[in-house]
């Protein structure tokens, strides 16, 4: 989707790749609910932001989405390719020509693609842990959106990193937090795959 600022997103569409398919990258079967619904909210949401004229008057927001397999080397490789579109050595110059980073006049044609202006995703603690290692040396910020490590709180090792989720400490002191406020001495727990 294209627009004036381009969002990557590093989004699981399909499952993690069977062990004897890892190294050929090929992942496994979609995953509907957690895959294709956030490709389609990603969608829905920016439709709704560029049709608002108030919200980000003369600029509309375009994205980038890569599947992540749920699987590290596969996001690490997505990454690299949103790191690559950000390293654009042409610039415009006001005048409409076109210049390298040293200065001299290019011969080539405009970039295809446009700098990422930061990454939303992935969703695993593990995998936005190793992204963001990689897209923090490049300066470009990451939004998770499911990651819940209390790794990725310090900010002096993550400083690039924003979520929108409360770590897993601050989950657990909230659950605490309700069962002693009601003096609950008996609590079970419930949990899906």
Same mark, same amino acid.
């Given at each position: 989707? *294209?627009? *004036? &600022?381009i969002?990557?997103?590093?989004?699981s569409? $399909? $499952?993690?790749p069977?062990?004897?398919?890892?190294?050929?990258?090929?992942?496994? *079967? &979609?995953?509907?609910? #957690?895959?294709?619904?956030?490709? +389609?909210?990603?969608?829905y949401?920016?439709d709704?932001?560029?049709?608002d004229q108030n919200?980000?008057p003369?600029? @509309?927001?375009?994205? +980038?989405?890569?599947?992540?397999?749920?699987?590290s080397?596969?996001?690490?490789?997505?990454s690299?390719e949103?790191i690559?579109?950000?390293?654009?050595?042409?610039?415009?110059d006001?005048d409409?020509s076109?210049?390298c980073?040293?200065?001299?006049?290019?011969?080539? /044609?405009?970039p295809?693609?446009? /700098?990422?202006a930061?990454?939303?995703? /992935?969703?695993?603690?593990? &995998?936005?842990?190793?992204?963001?290692?990689?897209?923090?040396?490049?300066?470009?910020?990451?939004?998770?959106?499911?990651? @819940?490590?209390i790794?990725?709180?310090?900010? @002096?090792?993550?400083? #690039?990193?924003?979520?929108?989720?409360?770590?897993?400490t601050?989950?657990a002191?909230a659950m605490l937090?309700?069962?002693k $406020? #009601?003096?609950? @001495? #008996? &609590?079970?727990a419930v949990?899906?795959?």
């Amino acid at each position: 989707m *294209d627009g *004036d &600022v381009i969002i990557g997103a590093l989004f699981s569409v $399909h $499952h993690q790749p069977s062990a004897e398919r890892v190294a050929d990258r090929k992942c496994g *079967d &979609v995953r509907e609910q #957690y895959g294709i619904q956030r490709v +389609e909210a990603m969608f829905y949401t920016l439709d709704r932001i560029n049709s608002d004229q108030n919200l980000l008057p003369n600029i @509309t927001l375009g994205c +980038e989405i890569r599947d992540s397999c749920w699987h590290s080397s596969v996001a690490l490789e997505q990454s690299i390719e949103f790191i690559r579109d950000s390293l654009i050595s042409i610039r415009d110059d006001k005048d409409g020509s076109k210049w390298c980073i040293d200065g001299t006049p290019s011969n080539q /044609p405009p970039p295809s693609k446009k /700098p990422i202006a930061g990454v939303i995703g /992935p969703g695993s603690s593990s &995998v936005a842990i190793q992204v963001q290692n990689l897209l923090q040396l490049f300066n470009i910020p990451q939004i998770a959106y499911s990651a @819940t490590s209390i790794d990725l709180s310090d900010k @002096t090792l993550f400083k #690039y990193f924003l979520r929108v989720v409360p770590s897993d400490t601050l989950q657990a002191r909230a659950m605490l937090d309700i069962v002693k $406020h #009601y003096n609950w @001495t #008996y &609590v079970s727990a419930v949990h899906t795959e």
